[in-house]
C-alpha cells in the first residue's frame, strides 16, 4: 500500500510553506464573519447584491460587457463550450491534452456536453501556431488553459496567445481560455489583465486557488454569450438556493490577493534559485512564469510523503505533502504554490528545509516498482 500525506498531522502543524496555509473550520466560519461585505444581503438562486458585486467587479477586471458565476469552474468551462457549440454548429474542440479539461474532469465534455475534443500538441509545452494549423476540421472553439499546470504551470507567451487569438478570428472560431490561474500569470505575462482577456472571446476565472476563496469561478464575455451560458449553468445543477460563503471570500480574496499576485511571483523565482542549489533537486521551470512551479527530486514517491509525514511530526512544519510518480522512474515531483503562507520563509529557509527532506527521503525504504 503506497504511502499518504497524514491528514491529522497536517492539521496539527503550526507553520506551512505553500498557498495560504490551511485554514480549519473555525477559522473559515470567522473568514467569513469578518468580511468587510458581510453587511450584503445573502444571495438566493445565484441572484442577490454580494453576486451582483462580484460579477460587476470580474466584468470590469477582464473588459468584458457580462460575467456569470458560477460554483465550479468545470460548469463554467462546460457552459461556455456548448454555447460556442450551438452557435457555430460544430462539435468538436480543440484543447491541449495535459489541461484541465482533458484530464481533470472525468470526461465531461464527451460524456455529458456530446462535444468532441481534438487534442493538439505536445506534454510539455502549451500548442502554438504549427500545431492549430494542421488542424483541418471544423471546430467549436479552441481552448487554451493559462498556465499550464499539469506541465509545470507553463504560461503560452503574449505574441503566441496574439498568434492563437488571430488564427482563431480569421477562421471564425471562438477562442476560450481558461483562466483557473490567469491572476497568478499576469506578472509574467506584463499585461493587463483585460489586455489577456481581451484575446478571447469567452474567459474563466477561479476564486479558490491564488485568491484562497472557499471556491467558486466566474465566465466572462458578450452578454448574449452570457445569457445564454445561465441555461447551462442550470442544467448543470448550478442553480444553488444560496452560496454567500463562496460570494464573500471571492470579494475578500479580491482585496486582499490580488494586488499580491506580483509579489507573489517574485518571491517564487526566488526560492527557485535557491533550490536549484540543492544537489539532486530540479526545477521546472528553472524560471517559474507564476506562483507556482514543479519540484523533481531523486527519490520515490512513498520515500518523499513519509519523509514529510516525519519531518512534519518533528518541527510542526508541513511542507510539500503529495508527491507524485514521473516518468524517469525512481523519481518525484511536487509542487509549490506561493501565496501568503510562503511569504513568511525566506528562499534559504525553504532551500534548507528541502535539503533536509530530501536527505530524510533517501533513507526511507523505497517500495519496488
Not at 29 to 38: F, K
Request: net charge neutral.
Amino acid at each position: 500500500m503506497s504511502v499518504k500525506p497524514d491528514p491529522a498531522l497536517r492539521d496539527r502543524c503550526r507553520r506551512f510553506l505553500s498557498g495560504h496555509g490551511r485554514r480549519s473550520t473555525k477559522q473559515w466560519l470567522e473568514t467569513v464573519a469578518a468580511s468587510p461585505h458581510l453587511a450584503l444581503a445573502t444571495d438566493e438562486y445565484n441572484a442577490g447584491p454580494a453576486i451582483t458585486l462580484l460579477e460587476d467587479r470580474l466584468a470590469t477586471l477582464l473588459g468584458k460587457p457580462a460575467a456569470l458565476f458560477f460554483p465550479k469552474g468545470v460548469m463554467a468551462q462546460q457552459a461556455a463550450l456548448l454555447v460556442h457549440a450551438e452557435r457555430t454548429g460544430r462539435r468538436i474542440v480543440a484543447l491541449h491534452p495535459k489541461s484541465h479539461i482533458a484530464l481533470d474532469e472525468e470526461d465531461t465534455m464527451d460524456r455529458l456536453a456530446g462535444l468532441l475534443s481534438r487534442r493538439i500538441g505536445s506534454d510539455h509545452a502549451p500548442f502554438g501556431m504549427a500545431e492549430l494549423e494542421g488542424v483541418h476540421e471544423p471546430l467549436a472553439a479552441v481552448t487554451v488553459e493559462l498556465p499550464l499546470r499539469r506541465a509545470g504551470f507553463i504560461g503560452t507567451p503574449w505574441k503566441d496567445l496574439q498568434a492563437v487569438s488571430d488564427w482563431c478570428r480569421r477562421h471564425g472560431v471562438p477562442f476560450h481560455l481558461d483562466g483557473a490561474r490567469l491572476w497568478e500569470v499576469q506578472p509574467w505575462l506584463g499585461r493587463g489583465l483585460a489586455d489577456i482577456a481581451g484575446l478571447a472571446d469567452t474567459i474563466y476565472v477561479s476564486f479558490y486557488k491564488g485568491l484562497g476563496g472557499m471556491g467558486g469561478a466566474v465566465l466572462a464575455g458578450e452578454r448574449e454569450v452570457i445569457e445564454a451560458a445561465k441555461v447551462w449553468r442550470s442544467r448543470y445543477g448550478g442553480n444553488f438556493y444560496t452560496l454567500f460563503p463562496f460570494v464573500l471570500t471571492a470579494l475578500d480574496g479580491l482585496d486582499r490577493h490580488l494586488p499580491r499576485m506580483g509579489e507573489y511571483h517574485e518571491h517564487a523565482l526566488r526560492i527557485a534559485a535557491a533550490l536549484a542549489e540543492v544537489p539532486g533537486v530540479r526545477v521546472h521551470p528553472s524560471i517559474p512564469h507564476c506562483n507556482s512551479f514543479q519540484i523533481h527530486l531523486p527519490v520515490q514517491p512513498d520515500q518523499m510523503i513519509a519523509a514529510g509525514n516525519e519531518r512534519a511530526g518533528e518541527t510542526g512544519e508541513w511542507l510539500y505533502g503529495r508527491a507524485v510518480a514521473t516518468a524517469v522512474p525512481g523519481t518525484s515531483m511536487v509542487e509549490l504554490v506561493v501565496g501568503d503562507a510562503t511569504t513568511g520563509w525566506t528562499a534559504a529557509e525553504v532551500r534548507e528545509a528541502t535539503a533536509d527532506l530530501l536527505a530524510r527521503a533517501r533513507n526511507m525504504p523505497a517500495n519496488p516498482r
